[in-house]
């Protein structure tokens, strides 16, 4: 019989999601790190990369837990995190990322559904990739006094400048990211079939 979705998040629930978190934040860590050097692909791509290589531990999490709120912790904890690095103001804008996300897995055992789960991963992602543009639109100079302390040289910082005032460059931006978060998606629910169910992973 399939699980339903009545319990809340338990210990063990949260442990999982602990795991999974952390090794999805460290691998966007190095992503971020390997691709400031090259501008354009860091702007443009590591959202991007980050839900493509993120979706299956994040689909590993949601068939094993199989619980409303998952996704919702995994954004806010992301705005959390961002803010403990300084970027206190982006708390409320993951939050409102967060609900949206969870919004979009309303129903009954929708956390192992392939198609909710792309739709849920996808925003949250975009949510990740627009987060880029608000220590900009919020306060320009101070955003650059911490960019530049975190290692972006001019360059960068004026391809992100002219990225979060263009519409059609952010637009691009999320288009990337939307596609990366899906092939993410498509491949993860590939090797939760072939591998992590057969090895009883997940269910």
Known sequence: MEQTVKRKIG?????????????????????????????????????GIDALIGATFYLVAANRINKHGLLFAWAAVYGLIQGVMGYMFLVPYFLIVALIAELCMVGK????????NRIGWMVNSIGNFVGCAVPLWWSWDSYQEMAASSGFDANTLNMQLSM????ALMLLGVVITAALAILGTLFGQRLLRKHFQKAGIVG
């Open 164 to 167: 979060v005032t263009s519409p």
């Open 11 to 47: 210990v063990r629930d949260i442990m999982t999601i602990a795991a999974m978190m952390v090794i999805n934040f460290a691998i966007a860590m190095v992503i971020g790190m390997v691709t400031l050097p090259f501008p354009a692909v860091y702007l443009y791509g590591s959202a």
């Open 109 to 116: 055992n929708t956390y192992r559904s392939a198609v909710r």
